[in-house]
């Protein structure tokens, strides 16, 4: 069973840029690891920003930056597109993120996050810009994620938005449930339900 979700309360990193693809969230050269080790793929994610061709700490990268920190990330707009690859979200998790927040996901991208327990949370540009603005004036900002009633507030202002999601999805992250454990729960449901239809 996995670490389950309720209300999350965190300060963020920021990442303000658009058009994030999966490359550049994990890239092609570590995808040959076909098991997830979340500790591999976390120590990976967003490797060409956060290390300079020689292998040094790339100072200037958000990631690197000990003025930031927390559980949830803060994206630009059409944050994970690109290549389906879910080793993308294995990244991210294993980063030890497990709020995504942006404009616009890319709809694959989107869905293995969800598969992998990181729950990202679209809102719109204005709730975004103002995100950034908050955490850039004041990197101890933290911002509240509240799933069972599926509202994001930025606890600076005050201001909060609702966020879609999948019921089956919520479900599952409320409770800890991947899709076999989901599917283990309801056993004599379905069993039942095999015996009506017989």
Same mark, same amino acid.
């Given at each position: ?68 920190? =927390? ?95 999948? =019921? ?7 409770? =800890? ?22």
């Amino acid at each position: 069973m996995k670490q389950k979700f309720n209300i999350i309360t965190s300060t963020c990193v920021p990442l303000p840029l658009e058009n994030v693809d999966t490359d550049q969230i994990i890239p092609a050269r570590f995808l040959k690891a076909t098991t997830r080790e979340e500790s591999f793929f976390g120590d990976n994610l967003f490797r060409d920003w956060r290390y300079n061709s020689d292998g040094s700490v790339n100072k200037d990268f958000v990631l690197n930056n000990p003025t930031y920190g =927390g559980c949830i990330l803060v994206a630009g707009k059409n944050f994970g597109s690109g290549s389906s690859r879910e080793h993308a979200a294995w990244a991210i998790a294993g980063y030890g993120f497990r709020v995504v927040i942006s404009s616009f996901f890319a709809d694959i991208h989107k869905n293995n996050e969800l598969n992998n327990f990181v729950l990202p949370v679209v809102v719109s540009e204005q709730f975004l810009a103002e995100l950034f603005d908050s955490i850039k004036e004041n990197p101890k900002t933290e911002v509240e994620v509240d799933l069972p009633n599926q509202r994001v507030t930025n606890k600076a202002t005050g201001h909060s938005e609702q966020f879609e999601i999948n =019921g089956y999805k919520k479900h599952c992250l409320i409770n =800890g449930l991947d899709d076999i454990d989901f599917l283990v729960e309801n056993k004599d449901k379905i069993e039942d339900w095999e015996n009506h239809q017989r």
